[in-house]
Structure formats: structure tokens, C-alpha cells
């Protein structure tokens, strides 16, 4: 997968940059408007991350020109500002998401992933497999080494997100919007409370854990530790 | 230089309500002048005319008694006893022979004709007139009357006497207009200088804080209600001016607190890290730290712009029809593992269903912080009941519990930012929920009530009209 990133700070550009090569993205990197336009307008790139407030040409502006040669690559804006700009918000179609500064990069992975799933329709599965743990959308029923385990219906709906996510670290903060459509972290840690209960139901009886903590970032439901 | 002062004295009030003051003075003086004026000349003319009328009708009476041959030594008599610059008499026959006359050479000639002309044509025997004649400077008030057959009798009064008369009183009237106006002038200048007087001082007090005494108040015994009200007015504004700025003070230094302590923590635990090689675990725990005090500064920061972004009416409300019963289910769902593992029973008492038409995810944020708290200081073995109900046009949602309470010096500022009734900080939370809750709900035309007993509870009540 190629990925345009266009931002002008360096240092997120850089962690940004490791973090997507790590996640297996091929990264191009411009670090003002302009440069990136030329990339969008030359490159075929899978999906595009672009910063609003550039120099040179500001983010909008880069991506209504993009749009205007019509190049369809689904884009990610990055903004320091809080609240949408109507602008934004009449770009914003199927093919494009917003993400606030400063960012947890597991969400930026999860959004950018979401958006090229969208681009590529991806047909969604009946079934999520990972190791010996299998859930039936349809059924709504779940098994671990084919025996059944009964859960509570937020219970699977955070299953479902996990495994849906499988591999890739969730935050809290994604999890209260997913499963629970919060758009916000209430101050006391209620997923930790709830992702307990789901190891007591998931893990606690075999050997080989699927559901894992990783302090400070979020978790992860993954065969190996 | 001049100019400019002049400009300035233009514009300052006390000289415009002298100047009004003056003029209203004036004018009301000089109308009332005027009328009195027009009376007098009005009197003394309607007098004039009664005698002048008085004597032809003598002659009238005497001319059907004793003829024109009686009549005429009887003018000549009356005519002797007058000065002939003063008053002429003058008696004729209709085609203009003069019968008897006075000395017309002061006076001129008169056009007998017209006169009768005139008086033939309304039909009258009597004519009254006031004539400028060509020998003289004054006027003269005439009277042409029919007194007989054939028998025209005119006589006349000068009216220098009059006009010097009405000149007095027209001298008099000057003066007197024109020490009205001096005197005028200095009583509203007086009278607008007293009240501005008062105002000056409001002005000078003001000038004070604003080179920061801030703590300067204005006098409030002035002389007239109006200042007394401007002062008091211009006092409470301070007072309230002030009490805002400590409480902006109080809130800077809790940001101060509350955003220096965890940027403290996260360059102390990377510079602790740098200063000496250390197992990879003891890294990853720096980093864990890192970021768990970034998130709550985040997380702090935007509720801050959340509460800002609800009192100023900023990001609209977004109205939707939702089922309140369920989004209340939901949030206790959300803490429930934390109540059980608390021992803390949590109940709820909702009807069948209450669907609302409001900002679905500001009351999500509102109950769930309520919800949180209550929670939070609620100790185990306690009780935390959630009941929602709509009735008198009104939808109710309460939360009690039966924690530690809020005692009474803490409960009317518990909606304050960053207010924490325990000073220690030892309780997690940065202050800000009950903010974000009030915000919230006023943003949604709903209000927050609150009742509470140290150690026995607090209940926690939004109320809004439906």
C-alpha cells in the first residue's frame, strides 16, 4: 500500500512516518502543500494523510485540487483545530475522515485502515477467526477450541471490535466510540472493568492468551504475546 | 489649540444644558413679553376708540337736536379746548366743502371720498382708522362719522402719546429680556455644574481603577437620587467586575496547578530516565507514564473547550428524537463492573419508556458524568439510584446516592471550574465534570439542582421543559 504523507512538522512526520513503514505502508513524505500536490498529482498512492495547515498551499486547497483532477485517493485530514470547519465538513464524503491533533497513532492506523477497507470494498464477513477463538456475526454466538461461550450482548459487541481489529492496538478512546458510540472517555477506566470481565470469559481457561494489554496505549487481541 | 477647546466646551455637557437652559429661559420669556406687549397695545387702542367714538356720537345727538348751525360752535368749543398739533377736528359735507376745521396744516389732506366710499359699501356710519399723515412723523387714530344729513364729521388724536407709552414699556422689556438671559445662563450653568459635579466624581473614581486601584469606590451620597442611582449602579458593576476577576484569578492559578503538575511529572520521569542506562521495562514505563498524563492533559484541555464552547453557544445544539430511557440503561451498563466491584448497588427507577428531542451525546456526556461522580464519592455498601420521570410538563432525571455529601461552604461552587471540595487533590479528577455538566445542561435549556447532607448523601437533580 503507498501512502502520501503531507504535514510540516517534522517530528510527528517522522513518528508518523516509522509508525505506518512498521504497520507495512509504503510512505512518501512532503513537508509543504505544494510538494504534496505535485506527489498526489503524479503518484498513485492508495490513500493520502494531509495536515490542513501547510505552507506554502494549505490542505483544502491541495485536496480540492486533487479532487478537481479527479483522483479519488481517499484522504485522512490531520487538524489542530477542535471543531470542524464547515469546509471540511462539505469535502468530507465516503472517501474521506478527520482526525484532531494531537492523535493517538493506533487510531490514526485504525482510520487510515477503515478508509482503504472502504475504497476497496472489502465485503464484510459472517465470521471472525483468530486462533482458536470464532465469532458468527450472523448467529451471534461465539466459540474458543469449538466449545461455546456465552456472552453478554456488550460483551460481544467489544469482542467483535477486538477481533475485527485483530493484531492492531485499540485505544479506550476508540473503544468507548465503537462499542459503546461515546465520544468520549468517562474519567474512570470503564473498558478496563469490562475487558476483565471479557478475559474471565475468553482467555482465563486456556493456556494460549488472546487478549492483551498494552500499558499506556490500549489493547490488542493477537495469537502471540 | 483654541479651536480644539472650543470644540471640546461644545461638546461637554455642562455647557449644553447651560445653553438650553438659557435659551428655554428666553424664549418662554420673550413669548410671554409678547403677549403682554400686544395686550396693552390692545387696551389702550380699544380706549382710544371708545372716546373717539363717544364724542362723534355727542355730536350726532346734538346735530338731531339743535342742527348743523348748533352743532358747529359746539365742535368749535370742544376743538378750543384741545392743541390742535395734538387733535384736529374737521366737519364737512359729503361733497367735501369744509364746514368747520382745526389747523389742518400740521396734519395734511384727507381723502374724504374714499372714506366714504368705503363706508357706504359696509354700510356703517362710523369709519375708525389709524393714518399716517404726510406733515407728520407719528400716526394719528381717526374717526369719520356720519353725524347728519349731509353732515361729515372726522376727528383725529395723534398717537405719539401712545407710542411713547408702549416705547417705555418695550425699553423695559429689552432690559429685563437681557438680564434674563445673563441670570438664566448663570443659574443653569450652576444648576448643570451640580450635577455634573456628582458625575465628575463618578468619572474621576473610574479613572482611578482603570489605572488598577481596583478596589476604589464611587461616593454614593450625592445630592440627587439619579447620581445616587448612577453611583450605586457603577458600584455593584465593580463589585461584580471584581468578584469575576478573582474567580479568572482563582481559575488561572488552578490552570497553572493543574496543567504545571502533570507537565512536571512527564519531564521528570523522561529526565530521571535519561540520567542513568536502564533495563528496557523501566523505558517502557517511562513511556506509559508519558502518555497517561498527555492523555489527561488532553482529555483536560478539551473538556475546558467543551464548557467554553457551551457557554458561548459555540458548535450548536444537534436535536435528535432519542429514547432517554435507554440511553440512561446504557451508562449505567457502563458502570455497573465498577459499582459491583465497589459494592455499590446501583438501581434504577425508569418508566417504560421517555422519548426526548435534544443533543443526544450532550446528555450522554451530562449522565454519565453525574453518574461517575456519584459513583466516585459513593462509599461500598452504598446506593446509587438513577429515576427519570415526565410529568407537569416537565422531564425530571435524578441521581441520589448515599455517599459523602457536600458540605455547606462547598456546595454553591461546586459548579465552579476546577473546584475541588478536597483541597488535597487526592481524589483523582481535575474539577471540571459538574462544570461540563452545567454548561451542558443550560446548553440544552435544562438546569442542575442540587441537594446534599455531609455523610448521609447528595442528590443531584436535571430538570428540563419539555
Known sequence: MRLLLVEDDLKIAQFVENGLREAGFAVDHAADGEDGLHL?????????????????????????????????????????????????????????????????????????????????????????????????????????????????????????????????????????????????????????????????????????????????????????? | ????????????????????????????????????????????????????????????????DAGLEGVRPAIADEAASEDPQEDFYRLSNFKGDVLFSTDMSFWGSIDQQSQLQKMQNDGVT??????????????????????????????????????????????????????????????????????????????????????????????????????????????????????????????????????????????????MSLLKEKSVDAYKEMAVSTIEECDSLIGMINTMLDITEAEAGFNGVETEKFELVELIREACELFRPIAEAKKIHLRTDLPESLTVTSDRKKMQRIVTNILENAIKYTPADGAVTVSAAAQNGELRIEFADTGTGISENDLPHIFERFYRCDRSRSQGGVGLGLSLVKAYTESINGTVHVESAINQGSRFALVFES
Not at chain 2, 455647557?15 to 403682554?36: C, S
Not at chain 2, 388724536?157 to 407709552?165: I, K, N, P, W
Not at chain 2, 465628575?200 to 488598577?212: L, M, P, Y
Not at chain 2, 453611583?231 to 492559578?253: P, V
Open chain 1, 40 to 225: 498526489a498529482l503524479t503518484e498513485p498512492y492508495d490513500i493520502a494523510v494531509v495536515d490542513l495547515m501547510l505552507p506554502k498551499l494549505d490542505g483544502l486547497t491541495l485536496i480540492e485540487e486533487v479532487r478537481k483532477n479527479n483522483i479519488n485517493t481517499p484522504v485522512l485530514i490531520l487538524s489542530a483545530k477542535r471543531s470542524v470547519d464547515d469546509r471540511v465538513m462539505g469535502l468530507k464524503t465516503g472517501s474521506d475522515d478527520y482526525l484532531v491533533k494531537p492523535f493517538a497513532f493506533s487510531e490514526l492506523l485504525a482510520r487510515v485502515q477503515a478508509l482503504i477497507r472502504r475504497s476497496t470494498h472489502v465485503t464484510a464477513p459472517s465470521e471472525l477467526t483468530v486462533a482458536d477463538l470464532m465469532l458468527n456475526l450472523d448467529k451471534r454466538k461465539v466459540f474458543r477450541a469449538g466449545k461455546e461461550i456465552f456472552l453478554q450482548p456488550l460483551e460481544f459487541s467489544l469482542l467483535e471490535y477486538l477481533m475485527r481489529s485483530a493484531g492492531r492496538v485499540v485505544s479506550k478512546t476508540m473503544i468507548m466510540e465503537h462499542v459503546w458510540d461515546y465520544n468520549f472517555s468517562p474519567q474512570t477506566n470503564v473498558v478496563e472493568a469490562r475487558i476483565c470481565y471479557l478475559r474471565d470469559k475468553i482467555d482465563k481457561d486456556f493456556d494460549i492468551k488472546l487478549i492483551h494489554t498494552v500499558r499506556g496505549v490500549g489493547y490488542v487481541l493477537k495469537e502471540t504475546a
Open chain 2, 1 to 64: 489649540m483654541f479651536l480644539r477647546k472650543l470644540h471640546d466646551l461644545k461638546n461637554s455637557l455642562l455647557f449644553r444644558l447651560t445653553i438650553l437652559y438659557a435659551v428655554a429661559f428666553t424664549v418662554l420669556a420673550a413669548i410671554g413679553f409678547l403677549i403682554f406687549y400686544y395686550r396693552i397695545y390692545a387696551v389702550t387702542m380699544e380706549r382710544l376708540d371708545f372716546e373717539l367714538l363717544e364724542k362723534t356720537g355727542r355730536f350726532t345727538a346734538l346735530m338731531k
Open chain 2, 126 to 271: 362710523d369709519l375708525i382708522q389709524t393714518i399716517k399723515f404726510a406733515e407728520r412723523a407719528d400716526k394719528a387714530r381717526t374717526v369719520t362719522s356720519i353725524i347728519g344729513p349731509d353732515s361729515v364729521l372726522q376727528i383725529g388724536e395723534s398717537l405719539e402719546e401712545v407710542d411713547e407709552y408702549l416705547d417705555i414699556f418695550l425699553q423695559l422689556f429689552s432690559i429685563l429680556i437681557v438680564s434674563l438671559i445673563l441670570v438664566s445662563t448663570i443659574i443653569g450653568w450652576l444648576l448643570a455644574r451640580r450635577a455634573t459635579i456628582d458625575m465628575q466624581e463618578v468619572t474621576e473614581t473610574a479613572e482611578e481603577i482603570s489605572n488598577g486601584a481596583y478596589d476604589r469606590r464611587v461616593q454614593i451620597k450625592a445630592r440627587y437620587r439619579e447620581i445616587e442611582r448612577l453611583g450605586a449602579t457603577f458600584n455593584r458593576m465593580l463589585d461584580r467586575i471584581q468578584s469575576l476577576l478573582n474567580s479568572m484569578k482563582e481559575i488561572n492559578d488552578n490552570i497553572a496547578h493543574d496543567l504545571r503538575s502533570p507537565l512536571a511529572r512527564i519531564r521528570g520521569i523522561a529526565e
